[in-house]
C-alpha cells in the first residue's frame, strides 16, 4: 500500500496514524506559475525556474524535487494499492488531475482508491487534510473510495484543457 499525499504536513501527520503501507508526499502548486504540454524534463525545468524566480531555492533543486514527486508516484503504481489524500480545493484538484493523467498514460495501479473531503465535522473552518490529527485521518482511510475509470478519464480531459494554450475548454469541464 502506498499514500499519497497532497503536502509534507498530511504526510507527517499519517506518518502517526500506524496505517499500513509507504507515505510519499506529491505537493507542486500548479495553480502558479506554467503549466504547459511538456514533456517531464522540459516540465520540470520550467516549473523549477518559476519557483526559483519567487525565491523558493535554485532551479536545478526545485526541479529535482518535482521528478522526485513524480518518480515516487510513478514507483507507487506497482503497489497492491495507492491512496490519494486529496480535497477539494484548487492546489489540491490541479494535482490530481496531473497525477491521474499521468497514471493513465504510464499505467494505473491495480488499486487506485481516494480519500478526498471538502469539511471534516471536529473542524469548523477546515481548510485541509493537514488540520487532521492522525486519528482523525485514521478514520478517513476506511472510507477511501475507489477511483472509477470515468473520474480517470475526466482528469485526464481535465489536464489536456488545463495545459492547452486556448482555455476555451475549462468552463465545459
Known sequence: IVHICNGDSTADTLSLAALPGDIRVWADALDQGPVLPVADDEHYRLRGEFWASRGQGSAADNAKRLADYDRGADEA?????????????????????????????????????????????????????????????????????????????????????????????????
Do not use: M, N
Request: proline share 7%; no cysteine.
Open 77 to 173: 503504481t506497482l503497489a497492491e494499492e495507492v491512496i490519494l489524500w486529496f480535497e477539494h480545493d484548487l492546489f489540491d484538484q490541479l494535482a490530481l488531475i496531473r497525477l491521474l493523467a499521468r497514471f493513465a498514460r504510464r499505467g494505473l495501479p491495480s488499486t487506485l482508491t481516494i480519500v478526498s473531503i471538502d469539511r471534516h465535522p471536529e473542524v469548523p473552518s477546515f481548510l485541509g487534510l493537514g488540520q487532521l490529527t492522525e486519528v482523525q485521518l485514521a478514520e478517513l482511510w476506511p472510507r477511501r473510495t475507489p477511483l472509477s475509470k470515468d473520474a480517470i478519464d475526466e482528469a485526464v480531459t481535465a489536464w489536456i484543457a488545463v495545459t492547452s494554450g486556448d482555455p476555451r475548454a475549462l468552463p465545459f469541464l
